[in-house]
């Protein structure tokens, strides 16, 4: 089955730095790759995902970025805010398995004033 | 509805008692998921459905845990006898379809919290 593997586990930032965050998935057939952002008591909220057929994807200060060969995937927040602060989860799904999703293990982002 | 709804909140139960946990989707969404998130880590698959049918069974843990969706909509994720370690975060989230050329995104609901003392 797949496996997707998250780093960094913490990462602490100044307000107004960017913030990046890296996955990487083991199956090749996966195909699509959201990412999900959950405040502490709260329910995941997807903020942005890629499909296989593009490489980048922006929305205003958030984007990601996909290597499909090297079979990695990257968050990118710029000008971090502290209601950014959160812990953020990559995943990765196959059509061909119902598009259930695999979670890495998250990344607590502090952005710090 | 306006968002995939859990209930309850919340549940307490002591070892070796039976629990239901209730997900409503959000309207339309044909496939609804499950899963178990323990403090620290991410969500953990479960068990999908598209429709009545459960498609994907491959996440539950051993046959204490079963789950239903027999009218298409609404779901139950039943645990028999429980146990300490399945204290977690349990998570429901619909979509669309689960058969999307390119992958359907996840709605989730905000969770119930099961303790087992």
């Known amino acids: 089955g797949e496996n997707v593997e998250q780093h960094p586990s913490t990462l602490s930032v100044q307000e107004g730095d960017s913030a990046v965050i890296k996955c990487t998935y083991s199956?090749?057939?996966?195909?699509?790759f959201p990412w999900y952002k959950q405040e502490l008591g709260k329910r995941p909220q997807l903020i942005i995902d890629?499909?296989?057929?593009?490489g980048e994807k922006k929305d205003q200060r958030i984007a990601v970025t996909l290597n499909k060969t090297a079979k990695h995937f990257s968050l990118h927040i710029t000008e971090t805010q502290p209601e950014d602060s959160a812990v953020y989860f990559c995943?990765?799904?196959?059509?061909?398995?119902?598009?259930?999703?695999?979670f890495g293990t998250g990344t607590q982002l502090k952005v710090e004033l | 509805g306006a968002g995939v709804s859990q209930t309850p909140s919340n549940k307490v139960t002591e070892k070796g008692k039976y629990v239901e946990l209730r997900c409503d989707p959000i309207?339309?969404?044909?496939?609804l998921y499950w899963y178990r998130q323990s403090l620290g880590q991410g969500p953990e698959f479960l068990i999908y459905?598209?429709?009545?049918?459960?498609?994907?069974d491959s996440g539950l843990p051993n046959d204490r845990f079963f789950a239903v969706r027999p009218e298409g909509s609404v779901s139950t994720l039943k645990i028999q006898r429980t146990e300490r370690g399945d204290s977690a975060v349990y998570l429901c989230?619909?979509?669309?379809?689960?058969?999307?050329?390119?992958?359907?995104?996840?709605?989730f609901g905000n969770g119930t919290r099961l303790t087992v003392t």
């Open positions: 989230a619909s979509s669309l379809t689960a058969f999307t050329r390119d992958g359907s995104p996840l709605h």
């Open positions: 199956d090749s057939a996966s195909n699509y």
């Open positions: 890629i499909r296989s057929n593009v």
């Open positions: 995943a990765a799904s196959s059509t061909g398995g119902g598009n259930k999703l695999t």
């Open positions: 309207s339309g969404h044909t496939a």
């Open positions: 459905f598209q429709g009545t049918g459960a498609a994907d």
